[in-house]
T-cell receptor, first 115, second 112 residues
């Protein structure tokens, strides 16, 4: 059973470009969470999605950031018009049950560097 | 507000026991989790406490006191590979959401 997959692992963008990060949850998992981590800091919750639904996006900036988890395909975190402050590691995690957030399985992350 | 506090770093020697503390302040508390993260790696789930007491999983144990809003992770028989960052986390269903709040992490350095 493959784990949580994220791609790309590293992404370099110039200011003003768009960044698109993909996350495929573990097989059988229908709940996805996105986190951002700055160097030497903890993970900051961004958004929690189920298939075709955004359940909690309270940690996601209201501008430039969006997330989706379509019925088919991976979850996508999209950052439009990136700025240097968006440089961070972005992790997604998945869990099998809505209430089982205690056991979240993390992907390897996408390191975004904005030049 | 929601917050978790843990020491920024801890140093211990191989074979020793180390305790990493975590105090939390949150509404709608459902339990305390611990994650390990090696440099450049992804967080890995270690343990979860919903009730007061000690949970043991091999060399790692985790403790929770809900009345004190406090928990700790205990690592025994330390090995060099245990050098990593350790995060405590709580789930907060305030506002009806399912947000997981992570502490800033404790960097553990294991010396030979």
């Amino acid at each position: 059973n493959a784990g949580v997959m994220q791609n790309p692992r590293h992404l370099v963008r110039r200011r003003g470009q768009e960044a698109r990060l993909r996350c495929s949850p573990m097989k059988g998992h229908s709940h996805v969470y996105w986190y951002r981590q700055l160097p030497e800091e903890g993970l900051k919750f961004m958004v929690y999605l189920q298939k075709e639904n955004i359940i909690d996006e309270s940690g996601m900036p209201k501008e430039r950031f969006s997330a989706e988890f379509p019925k088919e395909g991976p979850s996508i975190l999209r950052i439009q018009q990136v700025v240097r402050g968006d440089s961070a590691a972005y992790f997604c995690a998945s869990s099998p049950l809505a209430g089982d957030q205690e056991t979240q399985y993390f992907g390897p992350g996408t390191r975004l560097l904005v030049l | 507000g929601q917050s978790l506090e843990q020491p920024s770093e801890v140093t211990a020697v191989e074979g020793a026991i180390v305790q990493i503390n975590c105090t939390y302040q949150t509404s709608g508390f459902y339990g305390l989790s611990w994650y390990q993260q090696h440099d450049g790696g992804a967080p890995t789930f270690l343990s979860y406490n919903a009730l007061d007491g000690l949970e043991e999983t091999g060399r790692f144990s985790s403790f929770l006191s809900r009345s004190d809003s406090y928990g700790y992770l205990l690592l025994q028989e330390l090995q060099m590979k245990d050098s990593a960052s350790y995060f405590c986390a709580v789930r907060d269903e305030n506002t009806g959401g399912f947000k997981t709040i992570f502490g800033a992490g404790t960097r553990l350095f294991v010396k030979a």
